[in-house]
């Protein structure tokens, strides 16, 4: 089931040219994307937020196979399998370092990275949180910004789905309000 909610997915796939971008209200971790993407801090230690959440659903497992590979820049990713989740893999975006602080440049920075390497890996689907919204206490509607922007300039690659997933239907609203103004803005009609 591609959400909790299948009422609140907002479609962009006529606005952007290389991607389908959907925004949903649901549980990242139930999603059946090829990949689904960690806002993780730069150790890939997953305590809590999304990262925890990944854990638990998806096992200790993703956690190790995640650590073996850090520590890496803030902005970096690296990815390892999905262990129990529907997803095969989960991309793990360091959005913020130990002190677990973010910015505007990290997030873009890392759905940038999350991208291309869902791309290098050939990979056609990938679930994403609102990175940084959570223990990084970063603005909903700026990262929603951020990240749209980087959605629509994306290169074609294998990628042909990218699913922004809010917890909540407020969060979701945020969301869709900011791809309707960010499309708008760019002289695309929302679709």
């Known amino acids: 089931m591609a959400s909790e909610h299948p009422q609140s997915i907002y479609n962009l796939q006529s606005a952007i040219c290389n991607l389908t971008l959907e925004i ?36 200790e497992e993703i956690e190790r196979e995640a650590m073996a ?18 997803a095969r893999y989960v991309i793990h975006a360091a959005v913020m370092g ?25 990979l056609e689907s990938i679930a994403f ?29 294998s990628l042909r789905l990218a699913r922004f997933v809010l917890l909540g239907k407020s969060s979701y609203d945020v969301a869709v309000n900011v791809a309707r103004r960010v499309l708008e803005q760019n002289g695309h009609p929302p679709g």
């Open 129 to 157: 949180p609102a990175f940084g919204t959570g223990v990084g206490g970063f603005p909903l509607d700026e990262c929603a910004d951020i990240m749209i922007g980087v959605f629509r300039e994306h290169p074609a690659g």
């Open 69 to 86: 590979q850090g520590p890496v820049d803030p902005g970096e990713c690296v990815i390892t399998s999905g262990g129990r989740l529907a």
């Open 98 to 122: 130990q002190d677990l602080q973010t910015s505007a440049q990290l997030i873009e920075r890392a759905t940038r990275n999350s991208l291309a390497l869902a791309d290098a890996h050939r």
């Open 24 to 59: 949903t209200e649901g549980d990242i971790t139930s999603q059946t994307t090829d990949a689904v993407v960690n806002a993780a801090n730069n150790h890939f230690w997953m305590g809590a937020g999304v990262a925890g959440a990944i854990k638990r659903r998806g096992g």
